[in-house]
């Protein structure tokens, strides 16, 4: 079975704090997701990335960056939070499985930004 | 652009009777389609996928979902519902990168003895 383990489940930061949200993967997969969810809005892409070193923006990516040195690994960095970065981060890894993306994902991290 | 349209943010059935969740979806080419299920403080699980191969496609636990190009419609059933099946739905499509997905807000299911 695929898993996709993230460092934290639950997580309390001050604004203003710089905050590292950690993600890994066992699959030997090459791409990787970092989503945010929050009620009434499903899950917004934030970035990916396809490869080591890669990256790239999602839909709503200001206030974070990524970095991804190794290929198990995608890390989701806030730079400086802020309360309107309280939510549900999800991490996904993926291959291409019938010409569709499927996406398997960890079990989240319930960030609160104070 | 891709994206997908829940027409309902709750339902609420009675167990052992059907389950429709409805999805519509807005694409620019011939999309990939799924559904995903989210049961509390759990992971997203995949159920079912379309990828133009047979437009009646079955998942798991006893769901299936249609696709209709005539009405840019992806809807989710199921039969007879169970307890266990209360949870948040989401359908998704292909995003635009052709790596991501982008969701639904999401239809939660409640299924009531």
């Known amino acids: 079975d695929v898993k996709v383990t993230q460092s934290s489940r639950y997580l309390v930061k001050r604004t203003g704090e710089k905050v590292f949200l950690e993600c890994v993967q066992d699959?030997?997969?090459?791409?990787m997701f970092w989503y945010r969810q929050d009620p009434g809005l499903g899950l917004r892409l934030i970035y990916f990335?396809?490869?080591?070193?890669?990256?790239e923006k999602g839909d709503i990516p200001e206030g974070y960056s990524v970095s991804r040195e190794k290929k198990e690994r995608f890390s989701l960095i806030l730079e400086s939070a802020s309360t309107n970065q309280t939510s549900m981060y999800l991490c996904a890894s993926s291959f291409i499985a019938g010409g569709a993306p499927e996406q398997f994902f960890g079990p989240g991290t319930r960030l609160t930004v104070l | 652009a891709q994206s997908v349209t829940q027409l309902d943010s709750h339902v609420s059935v009675s167990e052992g009777t059907p389950v429709l969740l409805r999805c519509n979806y807005s694409?620019?080419?011939?999309?990939?389609l799924f559904w995903y299920v989210q049961h509390p403080n759990k992971g997203l699980q995949l159920l079912l996928k379309?990828?133009?191969?047979?437009?009646l496609v079955k998942g798991i636990n006893g769901f299936e979902a249609e696709f209709k190009k005539s009405e840019t419609s992806f809807h989710l059933t199921k039969p007879s519902a169970h307890m266990s099946d209360a949870a948040e739905y989401f359908c998704?499509?292909?995003?635009?990168?052709?790596?991501?997905?982008?969701f639904g807000k999401g239809t939660s299911l409640l299924v009531t003895p």
């Open positions: 998704v499509v292909s995003h635009n990168s052709g790596y991501a997905l982008n």
């Open positions: 990335s396809y490869d080591v070193k890669m990256k």
């Open positions: 699959m030997d997969h090459e791409n």
């Open positions: 379309y990828t133009s191969a047979a437009t």
């Open positions: 694409s620019s080419y011939s999309p990939s």
